[in-house]
């Protein structure tokens, strides 16, 4: 029965109605409720109020940024955002994450791993020969000094799970050759000593009764890491014969309450509602005997140091621990943000470190240890050379002054920026 023109009435105010909140309510949150949200995650850049000037008026380009400075603060954003991406992931499984995949049975990939572990990123035999190369110099060379350098390869998802891979990487066979394959196995053959975690964890996997990766999440378990850092103390005290901090777990809290970054990938495609999740494990860590022998530690690394460092461990176990994030950003124990970066007289610096590492996963080894090995390479084998390009620096006032402009855009010390240019010089001239 059709509704009569009473309640066809009610309808239409109703609709209007909702309309109306659905307008005026974000404007109310920004201006009035301002009731908390959650915060969104990843990489989420909010367009700035732009500064009015008549010229960007006239050519409209003020009047672009406003619209997007609005549309980035309008009231609930975050939560539309959400919902967003709520329906599109539930109605038509469509992430809107950058670089994000769904796999079968709901298990989440970034692309580059899944291209890493099938090869598809593969730098070349010649270019990861080079690099080897310089690397067992490094090595060779920091022995001779006392240091321990150790390359360490951190596991991958795409090597830990590829049964669960969309498609179409779900019917591809890995390539014969890939970036780790070339560097564990040529590194081996140069007598170069690392610690192979991703071949490890494929090992462990089937005899672990613990999650080492999780479903959700694109680095290593919390468990995986306690399994990984027992696993580099035995080294460490083999490489440089001292009595090192004990390291281990009392006992093993098992939840469904994710912490830490066992659910970092799915945090990052902001969902209103948090995905069915496995049991994790969680170990209660131990750090006995802290009065022994800590070595004074330099990583060169990506993200899968984080948890080390950002979890203490590193204070606990090493007496202190300095971290170049993707070799520019640098980090330190004590510190609480990030520290300034000074690789001036490279050669200098690592000699006062006890152990050297550098960590990268498998989707990052195209770029693996960004340029560290390579600046480490001609800063060992060409001191004294670097040292004089200096010095010529330094005495040409025309040559100095272009430095010292570069400095000052890079916001490093001219000290620095000269050592580098000077790099730069004995780089170009000793290939």
Same mark, same amino acid.
């Given at each position: 029965?059709?509704?009569?023109?009473?309640?066809?009435?009610?309808?239409?105010?109703?609709?209007?109605?909702?309309?109306?909140?659905?307008?005026?309510?974000?404007?109310?949150?920004?201006?009035?409720?301002?009731?908390?949200?959650?915060?969104?995650?990843?990489?989420?850049?909010?367009?700035?109020?732009?500064?009015?000037?008549?010229?960007?008026?006239?050519?409209?380009?003020?009047?672009?940024?406003?619209?997007?400075?609005?549309?980035?603060?309008?009231?609930?954003?975050?939560?539309?955002?959400?919902?967003?991406?709520?329906?599109?992931?539930?109605?038509?499984?469509?992430?809107?994450?950058?670089?994000?995949?769904?796999?079968?049975?709901?298990?989440?990939?970034?692309?580059?791993?899944?291209?890493?572990?099938?090869?598809?990123?593969?730098?070349?035999?010649?270019?990861?020969?080079?690099?080897?190369?310089?690397?067992?110099?490094?090595?060779?060379?920091?022995?001779?000094?006392?240091?321990?350098?150790?390359?360490?390869?951190?596991?991958?998802?795409?090597?830990?799970?590829?049964?669960?891979?969309?498609?179409?990487?779900?019917?591809?066979?890995?390539?014969?050759?890939?970036?780790?394959?070339?560097?564990? $196995?040529?590194?081996?053959?140069?007598?170069? !000593? #690392?610690?192979?975690?991703?071949?490890?964890? /494929? &090992?462990?996997? *089937? @005899?672990? $009764?613990?999650?080492?990766?999780?479903?959700? !999440? #694109?680095?290593?378990?919390?468990?995986?890491? /306690? &399994?990984?850092? *027992? @696993?580099?103390?035995?080294?460490?005290?083999?490489?440089? !014969?001292?009595?090192?901090?004990?390291?281990?777990?009392?006992?093993?809290?098992? @939840?469904?309450?994710?912490?830490?970054?066992?659910?970092?990938?799915?945090?990052?495609?902001?969902?209103?509602?948090?995905?069915?999740?496995?049991?994790?494990?969680?170990?209660?860590?131990?750090?006995?005997?802290?009065?022994?022998?800590?070595?004074?530690?330099?990583?060169?690394?990506?993200?899968?140091?984080?948890?080390?460092?950002?979890?203490?461990?590193?204070?606990?176990?090493?007496?202190?621990?300095?971290?170049?994030?993707?070799?520019?950003?640098?980090?330190?124990?004590?510190?609480?943000?990030?520290?300034?970066?000074?690789?001036?007289?490279?050669?200098?610096?690592?000699?006062?470190?006890?152990?050297?590492?550098?960590?990268?996963?498998?989707?990052?080894?195209?770029?693996?240890?960004?340029?560290?090995?390579?600046?480490?390479?001609?800063?060992?084998?060409?001191?004294?050379?670097?040292?004089?390009?200096?010095?010529?620096?330094?005495?040409?006032?025309?040559?100095?002054?272009?430095?010292?402009?570069?400095?000052?855009?890079?916001?490093?010390?001219?000290?620095?920026?000269?050592?580098?240019?000077?790099?730069?010089?004995?780089?170009?001239?000793?290939?």
């Amino acid at each position: 029965m059709p509704p009569s023109g009473n309640n066809k009435n009610i309808i239409k105010k109703a609709m209007f109605l909702l309309i109306m909140a659905l307008l005026v309510l974000p404007a109310l949150q920004k201006e009035v409720f301002k009731i908390p949200e959650r915060s969104l995650k990843g990489a989420v850049v909010s367009s700035q109020k732009p500064v009015f000037k008549w010229k960007n008026w006239f050519s409209g380009e003020y009047q672009s940024k406003y619209d997007d400075y609005l549309e980035d603060h309008i009231g609930f954003r975050n939560f539309l955002v959400r919902l967003n991406n709520q329906m599109d992931y539930s109605m038509f499984n469509q992430i809107n994450a950058k670089g994000v995949l769904v796999g079968k049975e709901n298990y989440l990939y970034e692309t580059n791993y899944i291209k890493g572990y099938l090869g598809l990123d593969f730098l070349g035999e010649e270019a990861i020969k080079d690099k080897i190369k310089k690397i067992g110099t490094v090595q060779r060379w920091l022995e001779q000094q006392g240091v321990v350098l150790l390359p360490l390869f951190a596991p991958g998802k795409g090597n830990f799970y590829p049964e669960y891979f969309p498609a179409p990487y779900d019917t591809m066979s890995p390539s014969p050759i890939t970036n780790h394959s070339a560097y564990t $196995s040529g590194l081996i053959r140069n007598s170069v !000593g #690392i610690l192979d975690y991703n071949t490890l964890f /494929g &090992l462990w996997k *089937d @005899t672990s $009764s613990h999650i080492l990766y999780p479903r959700y !999440g #694109i680095h290593w378990s919390t468990y995986g890491v /306690g &399994l990984a850092l *027992d @696993t580099l103390m035995k080294r460490l005290e083999y490489e440089t !014969g001292k009595d090192l901090v004990d390291f281990g777990w009392d006992e093993v809290v098992r @939840t469904r309450d994710l912490r830490y970054d066992d659910y970092d990938v799915a945090e990052g495609m902001n969902l209103l509602l948090k995905l069915p999740c496995d049991e994790m494990s969680y170990p209660r860590f131990y750090y006995r005997g802290e009065e022994k022998y800590r070595p004074k530690v330099l990583v060169i690394g990506d993200s899968f140091f984080w948890q080390i460092l950002g979890q203490g461990h590193a204070q606990k176990l090493f007496g202190e621990c300095t971290f170049w994030y993707y070799n520019s950003q640098g980090f330190s124990t004590g510190a609480t943000g990030p520290v300034k970066m000074d690789k001036a007289y490279l050669a200098e610096k690592l000699r006062k470190y006890d152990v050297i590492m550098t960590l990268y996963t498998e989707a990052n080894l195209p770029k693996m240890a960004n340029d560290f090995y390579e600046n480490a390479y001609y800063a060992l084998k060409y001191e004294d050379k670097i040292q004089d390009v200096a010095d010529r620096i330094k005495g040409s006032p025309e040559w100095l002054a272009k430095v010292r402009e570069k400095a000052e855009a890079r916001d490093i010390p001219l000290e620095e920026m000269v050592w580098l240019d000077a790099l730069w010089v004995v780089q170009q001239n000793n290939d």
